[in-house]
């Protein structure tokens, strides 16, 4: 009877001994495709998709006195607007990535607008013309990036507008290359980028940008002819520029969370403004400027939500046959973001008589930032909510003298409300 | 059983190279201030916080719990640098 039993146990033993193996097999098969399909999935999943949708309200409010007449003149009215951003950006492959943003921004039920008559500015202002319900690419650049990240070389559309501090009044992250009161404009072209993060110790950085981003001038039909002033004389296919930007950070000090040197210097010859013609000289007359931008910050000073940054332009800009013009400008920005992420602020800024700011690509329905002779306050206040909105209030305020040389023969006071709701996605 | 470590370790390495460089950024920015916290903890709290900035949340709470030299102001602006990666806002970045 122990014989059989014995007999019986190895018979299931070795029946067991010879299932074993074949059910792995199976189960590592299953694995095996399980993976393939895992693969296959992460394989197209290499577009990102993201957005900003904004809802803007603006009051208008604003006296003018004529400097000769006294003549006074009052403005006042409402503008509501919003702008659509979606990003689309593919991620090639770990050294090469593609963004694009396709964008709207249009004023509430009016298709009307077209923004600058110039082809120039109307890229630089992309859909921040608030041209209509069409969407306009604002951003298609691809970029390279080496295994180390230390260099990188961008082609295209790229995100030179919005840069800091104007992340810090919706408590979001730096969201623009160049300083906001530099060059606030999307410009085409290429740039290469040396980050030294390598070679330096940390919570140190350094990083140099350069960018080359011309400009050209086509007539707007024949693409193989120069366009033409209004005398008929051929404008020069292209204006040269080149933008050096310097970045300098320290992190983790004593003083303050994050400290920010940037310094932007940039030049441009040949440029071509339609509107600046003088009637009484021969020729097409161009522009050329060497300008300088500076931006000092302080994040998160002593260990609080406080954040201080001074931002200051001077230009330089001269025309065939004109004078050399400086000019130079100061914004101050003071913010408190609480834990919470709302934010509490104030920005003054200050403008001399010959002052003059690329200003391209904004929402605001005012020229806080571009007046010349003038000083003035943003008071602005965020309340963020769950999902990453924002909910901004604000009023830009200012007084501008006369100023004849810049085309202002009235001085004026100006107090717009608004109210911007943000949603990020 | 070789075969199947050969395979979990396979499907590892494909999901870590898989994974989006800014996140991957993020969890090693976050397990420096972190070091007893897990990658499933990092992740689980960068879900929340993509979809609330706010570090009053579970996974979150959790995380910055079990972090020497990480407070939530310093959590959240990683996660943002993770999301700024991601729409290439800053050229060369």
């Known amino acids: 009877m122990k014989r059989y039993l014995l007999l019986l146990a190895i018979f299931v033993a070795s029946a067991g001994a010879a299932e074993s193996p074949q059910s792995l097999e199976e189960r590592i098969a299953k694995l095996e495709e399980k993976l393939e399909e895992f693969e296959i999935d992460k394989s197209y999943d290499r577009l990102h998709v993201s957005g900003t949708y904004i809802n803007y309200l603006e009051t208008i409010n604003a006296t003018s006195k004529n400097g000769t007449t006294g003549e006074k003149v009052a403005e006042n009215g409402e503008i509501m607007s919003m702008h659509v951003a979606l990003n689309f950006d593919v991620n090639i492959n770990k050294n090469i990535d593609f963004f694009t943003t396709l964008a709207m921004g249009k004023v509430w039920n009016n298709d009307g607008r077209e923004g600058e008559e110039q082809g120039s500015y109307r890229s630089y202002q992309g859909s921040y013309a608030y041209a209509g319900s069409t969407a306009r690419f604002d951003v298609a650049y691809i970029r390279w990036r080496t295994d180390e990240e230390c260099w990188s070389f961008a082609l295209g559309r790229m995100t030179t507008r919005g840069g800091p501090p104007m992340n810090q009044l919706d408590a979001l992250s730096r969201n623009g290359t160049y300083p906001r009161f530099g060059y606030n404009a999307i410009f085409d072209g290429l740039a290469v980028v040396r980050d030294f993060k390598a070679i330096l110790p940390k919570d140190y950085s350094v990083k140099t940008r350069l960018f080359y981003t011309p400009t050209f001038q086509l007539d707007s039909r024949d693409r193989s002819a120069p366009a033409q002033d209004v005398d008929g004389n051929a404008i020069d296919r292209r204006s040269n520029q080149l933008t050096w930007l310097n970045e300098f950070e320290r992190s983790n000090t004593s003083f303050a969370k994050k400290i920010s040197l940037y310094s932007m210097l940039w030049y441009y010859d040949k440029f071509y403004d339609a509107e600046y013609q003088s009637s009484t000289r021969e020729g097409v007359e161009y522009y050329r400027a060497l300008s300088h931008s500076l931006y000092l910050g302080f994040e998160r000073i002593a260990g609080s939500g406080t954040n201080f940054s001074w931002s200051n332009l001077r230009v330089n800009s001269k025309s065939d046959g004109g004078t050399l013009n400086h000019s130079d400008a100061h914004l101050f920005n003071l913010n408190y973001t609480f834990a919470s992420e709302h934010v509490v602020g104030v920005e003054q800024i200050f403008t001399d008589r010959s002052f003059y700011i690329d200003d391209w690509s904004y929402l605001q329905f005012n020229d806080f930032y571009q007046r010349p002779s003038s000083s003035g306050q943003h008071v602005f206040g965020a309340i963020s909510f769950p999902h990453r909105q924002v909910l901004r209030l604000g009023v830009y305020q200012y007084r501008a003298k006369v100023n004849t040389f810049a085309g202002y023969d009235s001085k004026q006071t100006t107090q717009n409300f608004y109210a911007s709701y943000r949603i990020d996605f | ?93």
Do not use: W
């Open chain 2, 1 to 93: 059983m070789r075969l199947i470590n050969s395979v979990i370790l396979c499907y590892f390495l494909v999901a870590v190279s898989a994974a989006h460089a800014a996140l991957r950024d993020h969890v090693v920015t976050v397990q420096r201030g972190c070091p007893n916290a897990s990658t499933l903890l990092i992740k689980k709290s960068a879900v929340e916080l993509s979809s609330a900035q706010s570090c009053q949340q579970n996974y979150t709470e959790k995380l910055l719990q079990a972090c020497s030299d990480m407070d939530c102001p310093k959590l959240v602006e990683s996660f943002k640098n993770n999301l700024q990666d991601r729409t290439g806002s800053v050229v060369g970045e």
